[in-house]
């Protein structure tokens, strides 16, 4: 079983930075293609960002291209977003999502593609 614990998350004004951790225990953290997932209150958990097993491959959602990035320290198990200049439509609950059966690129921004989910960490941009 494969467990991942995000943290970072907080409140912050429009314009800010943040960076987000998700650290997994195991010893395959390696071998999984990550993702990172946001729900906002009402709203469907929508697609941010993934990364290749190796970090040499990432995607993004477009609403996010250019002001987010994923990256991941797989001698450190773990998995980053930056995420600079926030605006308040980013406020959501943030989940790092492994996907040890991920082999495609169209697979990233798919929710059923990921069979471990963390347990979310809140980010709330205030204008």
């Known amino acids: 079983q494969v467990q991942l614990v995000e943290s970072g998350g907080g409140l912050v004004q429009a314009g800010d930075s943040v960076r987000l951790s998700c650290a997994t225990s195991?010893?395959?953290?390696?071998?999984?293609?990550m993702g990172w997932f946001r729900q906002a209150p009402g709203k469907e958990r929508d697609f941010v960002a993934g990364?290749?097993?190796?970090?040499?491959?990432?995607y993004y959602a477009d609403s996010v291209k250019g002001r987010f990035t994923v990256s991941r320290d797989n001698a450190k198990n773990t998995v980053y977003l930056q995420m600079n200049s926030l605006k308040p439509e980013d406020t959501a609950v943030y989940y790092c999502?492994?996907?040890?059966?991920?082999?495609?690129?169209?697979?990233?921004?798919?929710?059923?593609?990921?069979?471990?989910w963390g347990q979310g960490t809140q980010v709330t941009v205030s204008s």
């Open positions: 999502a492994a996907g040890p059966r991920i082999v495609d690129s169209g697979s990233y921004s798919r929710g059923d593609k990921y069979d471990y």
């Open positions: 990364i290749t097993r190796t970090g040499a491959f990432t």
């Open positions: 195991g010893r395959t953290f390696s071998s999984y293609a």
